[in-house]
């Protein structure tokens, strides 16, 4: 056993930062109203997201890059009055598209093939991390819990698109629950969403 080390008996590297006075400031309120446990954790989280978020490229201000793709952080509200001036009947439609558009940049950026279940944990979890909910795999179904998008109908084209699947709603209000009813074939996958 003397040639393997136990996680807690490997080095561990102390890093100092020198923190402004408002930054430690702003992170002892973040811990006193419970929003934090400590800066360990802080800085961990941070660390995560960072990682998850894969924004590499980051010219500060405004300008975020995950991959091939440019990330903006929006209101709710700026998307939904977005799709209310989208006729109803390419509600479905679009959110097929856009869904298209987020496979092509979560395959580009993660090299996560998005139609294959398998990778379904992985594309839920990059979905959670940029803010589009959480989304849950129950048998045949998937839930949705706190969407960003809360158009049931817009977003079950997206789910269809980016995962290959048809889907049939269950629910109109969140969580939303879609029942896939079949998947699409690679090469109807390929035709389908070109027309989009």
Known sequence: MKGKMSPK???VKRT?????????????TLIKEGREPGIKPLVSKMLDVYRSMRIYDWKYPGEYYIGISRV???NVEF???LIKYIPKEKWREAGQRIGE????SLEASSNVETTKRE??????KRLRVQGFGDFYLKDKFIII???LIINQEFLCGFTESLLGINLEARTVTPPLVFEITSEIPPKEREHSFQQV
């Open 9 to 11: 008996n490997r080095s």
């Open 16 to 28: 100092t930062i020198i923190l402004d006075e408002d930054e430690r400031e702003y992170i002892d």
């Open 72 to 74: 903006a952080f929006l």
């Open 79 to 81: 998307i939904d009055a």
């Open 101 to 104: 558009l987020a496979k092509v």
């Open 119 to 124: 990778k379904w944990p992985d594309v839920f």
């Open 145 to 147: 819990r706190t969407p």
